[in-house]
Antibody, heavy 121, light 113 residues
């Protein structure tokens, strides 16, 4: 069974840093691109960042470029999102999502349940 | 960024009746090089994460009943449910993936009358 399990969400002050993780099982992790998609309370999903199967290619939305870094450790079947200089508008549930292809296509066939990140003073 | 606009925002439906949701994109989602339209539908059931419903305009994802169908072209798209069932409740989102950043519509909440 394919599973994506996020962790690392927390309550953090503006300007702080946090790393969230996603451990996967049930498929060959290195063969697929992955993304982080966030969902603010009561809002629709918002794609944040994506990474190819090898980790060679990374993609970001403009509002997080220079602040967030996506990475993966294929030996540990784990996806990461390092978030720095956090802002109140980054508050959301962060889902990891499996892409259907090796490089980012945006076709998300499996989603994790998410981990909550709250940025507030 | 490509803006995705869904209508209606709320959709009460009687079980057994059809339902239709529209989505419009601010730019064409048709790729003339490969002939594909990079447009998908997701359903987020209560308390769950989004699940893929329809991809590349009209292909049903694995396990999706054939009462769901997707259609449209260019910038105008429609999701149709031929006969709504109780398990179809939730929020439906359209999404474009022809260009970064991938963007979603605001959602349409389907509820049972």
């Amino acid at each position: 069974e394919v599973q994506l399990l996020e962790s690392g969400g927390a309550f953090i002050q503006p300007g702080g840093s946090l790393r969230v993780s996603c451990v996967v099982s049930g498929f060959t992790f290195s063969s697929y691109a992955m993304s982080w998609v966030r969902q603010a309370p009561g809002k629709g999903p918002e794609w944040v960042s994506g990474i190819s199967g090898s980790g060679e290619n990374t993609y970001y939305r403009d509002s997080v470029k220079g602040r967030f870094t996506i990475s993966r450790d294929n030996s540990k079947n784990t996806l990461y999102l390092q978030m720095n200089r956090l802002r109140a508008e980054d508050t959301a549930v962060y889902h990891c999502a499996k892409d259907k292809y090796y490089d980012s296509s945006g076709l998300f066939d499996i989603w994790g349940q998410g981990t909550m990140v709250t940025v507030s003073s | 960024d490509i803006v995705m606009t869904q209508t209606p925002r709320s959709l009460p439906v009687t079980p057994g009746e059809p339902a239709s949701i529209s989505c419009r994109s601010s730019q064409s989602l048709f790729n003339s090089y490969d002939g594909h339209t990079y447009f998908d539908w997701y359903l987020q059931k209560p308390g769950q994460s989004p699940q893929l419903l329809i991809y590349t305009l009209s292909y049903r994802a694995s396990g999706v009943p054939d009462r769901f169908s997707g259609s449209g072209s260019g910038t105008d798209f429609t999701l149709k449910i031929s006969r709504v069932e109780a398990e179809d409740v939730g929020v439906y989102y359209c999404m474009q993936r022809i260009a970064f950043p991938y963007t979603f519509g605001q959602g349409t909440k389907l509820e049972i009358k």
